[in-house]
């Protein structure tokens, strides 16, 4: 069966900064582009972040381009996101995915989510 | 960025009806196009993929279609699981765009 776990969210100050994880199990981590998709409280899905199997493209939306990096460990079939100077509009719940076969392809497994709240 | 727009954003039906919803690409972006389906508290989950293609395990009554700017997502018989909100999603560009959305309600 195939599941990924974020870990990571929570409550942070504006400016501040956090790291999310997740953990892939009953895939080849290895072989597959995965991706942060987020979702704001009461709002539409946006697309954060994708990298390429071997970490050789990554790619960020507009939004958070110079603020979030992300990062993966193969060996620990482990996906991070590392979010800096983070402001309350970066609140959501963040999803890691899995891309079918590269970008050209839809996310077709899903985690279930960490939230991250931006707030003073 | 290529910008998705769905219509309409929610949509009041019954149980039996035929639904169809729209979703416009600002560019051609061919078929490379997905719909999910998402309850409260869930992640998403795949319906269609390559604009008309039934992800295994989805009922037959999903259809889609569509290709270039314009594609839509037909439920030919409302089921009372099928109240949920409907997202088109662009993989074109490596910068995936969703719609805004569509929420399916009870009438």
């Known amino acids: 069966e195939v599941q990924l776990v974020e870990s990571g969210g929570g409550l942070v100050k504006p400016g501040g900064s956090l790291r999310l994880s997740c953990v892939a199990s009953?895939?080849?981590?290895?072989?597959?582009?995965v991706t942060w998709v987020r979702q704001a409280p009461g709002k539409g899905l946006e697309w954060v972040s994708s990298?390429?199997?071997?970490?050789?493209?990554?790619y960020y939306a507009d939004s958070v381009k110079g603020r979030f990096t992300i990062s993966r460990d193969n060996a620990k079939s482990s996906l991070y996101l590392q979010l800096n100077s983070l402001r309350a509009e970066d609140t959501a719940v963040y999803y890691c995915?899995?891309?079918?076969?590269?970008?050209?392809?839809?996310?077709?497994?899903w985690g279930q989510g960490t939230l991250v709240t931006v707030s003073s | 960025d290529i910008q998705m727009t769905q219509s309409p954003s929610t949509l009041s039906a019954s149980v039996g009806d035929r639904v169809t919803i729209t979703c416009r690409a600002s560019q051609s972006i061919s078929d490379w196009l997905a719909w999910f389906q998402q309850k409260p508290g869930k992640p998403p989950k795949l319906l269609i993929y390559?604009?008309?293609s039934l992800e295994w395990g989805v009922p037959s009554r999903f259809s889609a279609s569509g290709s270039g700017t314009e594609f839509t997502l037909t439920i030919s018989s409302l089921q009372p699981d099928d109240f949920a909100t409907y997202y088109c999603?662009?993989?074109?560009?490596?910068?995936?765009?969703f719609g805004q959305g569509t929420k399916v309600e009870i009438k």
């Open positions: 999603q662009q993989y074109d560009d490596s910068s995936w765009t």
């Open positions: 995915a899995r891309a079918r076969a590269g970008l050209r392809t839809p996310p077709d497994y």
């Open positions: 990298i390429s199997p071997s970490s050789n493209y990554l």
């Open positions: 390559k604009a008309s």
């Open positions: 009953g895939i080849a981590f290895s072989t597959y582009t």
